[in-house]
C-alpha cells in the first residue's frame, strides 16, 4: 500500500512540475492576442456615410422604405437655412422600396428635414437622426390628405413609428 501512495505521489509532483513549465507566468500572457478590437458585437459591414449621392441606394434598402404601402408616395426634401430663410436643396421621391431624386405634385405626405443631419448619418442611423430631427423641430410633415386617411393609408407603417420620435 505504502508503494501505491508513493507513485501517486511522485505522479502528482510530475504533472504538477509538468504543469508550473508549460503553462506561461501572468506578465508574459498576451492581453489582447492578434491586435482584434473587441466591441461586444460583430460588425459584418462597418457603417457608410450618407450623402445626397448615395441616399437613394441607401435608403431604398431601408426597412421603413421597404414597408411604405404599394401606391403611396412619399416626398423628403432637404433644407437649409443658409440665408437666412429657409432655402430647398434636394428633394427624394419615396415609394416602397424605392427612392429617386425629384419632386411630387401630390404626394401622399412630405417630410421636410434639415440637411445638417446629413453630416451625422450613416448606414447604421437612420432612426437615431429621424428621432433627433424630429425632437429638435428640423423635421415637419405635411400632407393634403386629412388625418384619418393618411393614418389609413399608412396603417402598415404604424410599427415603425418610434423611429420618428413618435
Not at 492578434?34 to 449621392?53: E, L, M
Not at 429617386?100 to 432612426?127: A, Q, V
Request: hydrophobic share 35%.
Amino acid at each position: 500500500m505504502n508503494k501505491k501512495i508513493l507513485i501517486s505521489v511522485i505522479m502528482v509532483l510530475v504533472l504538477g512540475a509538468l504543469a508550473i513549465t508549460l503553462i506561461p507566468e501572468e506578465s508574459s500572457r498576451e492581453i489582447n492576442p492578434g491586435n482584434k478590437v473587441i466591441t461586444g458585437r460583430t460588425v459584418s459591414n462597418p457603417a457608410t456615410d450618407i450623402t445626397y449621392d448615395n441616399l437613394p441606394n441607401f435608403l431604398s434598402r431601408n426597412a421603413v422604405i421597404k414597408d411604405i404601402p404599394d401606391n403611396n408616395k412619399i416626398l423628403l426634401q432637404f433644407y437649409n437655412f443658409n440665408s437666412g430663410s429657409r432655402e430647398y436643396e434636394k428633394s427624394f421621391i419615396l415609394t416602397k422600396g424605392n427612392v429617386e431624386e425629384g419632386e411630387l405634385d401630390n404626394p401622399d405626405l412630405t417630410m421636410i428635414i434639415h440637411s445638417k443631419y446629413l453630416e451625422d448619418w450613416d448606414s447604421r442611423n437612420f432612426c437615431t437622426i429621424m428621432s433627433r430631427a424630429n425632437k429638435n423641430g428640423d423635421l415637419s410633415y405635411s400632407s393634403e390628405l386629412s388625418t384619418a386617411k393618411l393614418l389609413w393609408k399608412f396603417k402598415s407603417m404604424n410599427k415603425h413609428k418610434s423611429c420618428f420620435g413618435m
